[in-house]
Nanobody, 125 residues
Framework: QVQLAESGGGLVQAGGSLRLSCATS????????MAWFRQAPGKEREFVAA????????YYADSVKDRFTISRDNAEKTVYLQMNSLKPMDTAVYYC??????????????????WGQGTQVTVSS
């Protein structure tokens, strides 16, 4: 089985920072794309960032570009999302995800099969 578990969410003031972590287990982590998505109340699940198998390529939504940074540690089987200059619009539940099989990058949530439970991020004004 494949399991993903997010942590690091919380309440932060606008302009502040948080670092999210996603610990994985159950398969060879380094073979797969990892991604972060978020979902606010009443909204569709939204792509945030993704990173390829060796960390050589990263992808970001325009809404977070230049503020968020995705990284991975294959030895620890963990992916991170460093979030800086947070805004109230960033408030959402954040999820990490990975495909069922090896694949190229996609920003479409339907391309991902395994999902974590989510961690709440709340940014106050």
């Amino acid at each position: 089985q494949v399991q993903l578990a997010e942590s690091g969410g919380g309440l932060v003031q606008a302009g502040g920072s948080l670092r999210l972590s996603c610990a994985t287990s159950g398969r060879t982590f380094s073979n797969y794309v990892m991604a972060w998505f978020r979902q606010a109340p009443g909204k569709e699940r939204e792509f945030v960032a993704a990173i390829n198998w060796n960390g050589g390529s990263t992808y970001y939504a325009d809404s977070v570009k230049d503020r968020f940074t995705i990284s991975r540690d294959n030895a620890e089987k963990t992916v991170y999302l460093q979030m800086n200059s947070l805004k109230p619009m960033d408030t959402a539940v954040y999820y990490c995800a990975t495909p069922y099989s090896a694949s190229s990058f996609s920003a479409n949530p339907s391309a991902y099969y395994y999902w974590g439970q989510g961690t709440q991020v709340t940014v106050s004004s």
